[in-house]
């Protein structure tokens, strides 16, 4: 496709289960970028991918987080044991250089039980 | 730490009205700003980049300027339309990769 994909689209879960978040950047876009958009706060940045490797990982919020990217292409965001704060839209975006837009996909709507 | 922010929280105009829309950020060492929007249930959509060595960009009815050494970026709209309802986000580039957002300001274009 010609834009950021995102899925699932919503994920409904119960407190303490796992979930995995999938993230296909736009094609031959080398920078990937995490950020988490909770109900009336701010964007807030996770992680950023340049390649496959995570040089700034300085917004994930606890080691239950992690974020792995493969081929220079799809990225997974995992949490792992999910509270109910980490209930939020959960957003990627991808740039071809640091001088370019970022293009952000429609995002992951995470509701913790 | 750079801080974004975008006042009023929201905004509700007649359409027809030509808007601005204000964006102020704390650390002027930014390497570029950028404007958003997003409508409900969506991601983001970019509107306007600006360097941090330019002055202004435009994109149709969308003017956007940027006074670094202020701290301030400012959103034209011209000739607003009931489309142009949407929440309007401003993020600014600084030494890192990351781009840090101010909580948005949500338009309400009124036919």
């Known amino acids: 496709g010609a834009g950021v994909s995102q899925s699932p689209s919503n994920k409904v879960t119960e407190k303490g289960k796992d979930v995995e978040l999938r993230c296909d950047p736009i094609?031959?876009?080398?920078?990937l970028y995490w950020y988490r958009q909770r109900l009336g706060q701010g964007l807030e940045f996770l992680i950023y991918f340049q390649g496959n490797s995570a040089p700034d990982k300085s917004g994930l919020p606890s080691d239950r987080f992690s974020a792995e990217r493969t081929g220079e292409s799809v990225s997974t965001l995992t949490i792992q044991r999910t509270q109910q704060e980490d209930s939020a839209v959960y957003l990627c975006?991808?740039?071809?250089?640091?001088?370019?837009?970022?293009?952000f996909g429609d995002g992951t709507r995470l509701s913790i039980l | 730490k750079q801080e974004v922010t975008q006042i009023p929280a929201a905004l509700s105009v007649p359409e027809g009205e030509n808007l601005v829309l204000n964006c102020s950020f704390t650390d002027s060492a930014i390497y570029n700003l950028q404007w958003f929007r997003q409508d409900p249930g969506k991601g983001l959509t970019s509107l306007l980049l600006i360097q941090s060595s330019q002055r202004e960009q435009t994109s149709g009815r969308l003017n956007a300027s940027l006074d670094k050494s202020s701290g301030r970026s400012t959103l034209y709209i011209a000739a607003s339309q009931p489309g142009d309802s949407a929440t309007y986000l401003c993020a600014v580039k600084g030494g890192s990769e990351k781009l840090v957002f101010g909580k948005g300001m949500k338009l309400t274009v009124n036919p």
């Open positions: 094609s031959g876009h080398t920078a």
């Open positions: 975006a991808s740039s071809s250089t640091g001088r370019q837009p970022q293009h």
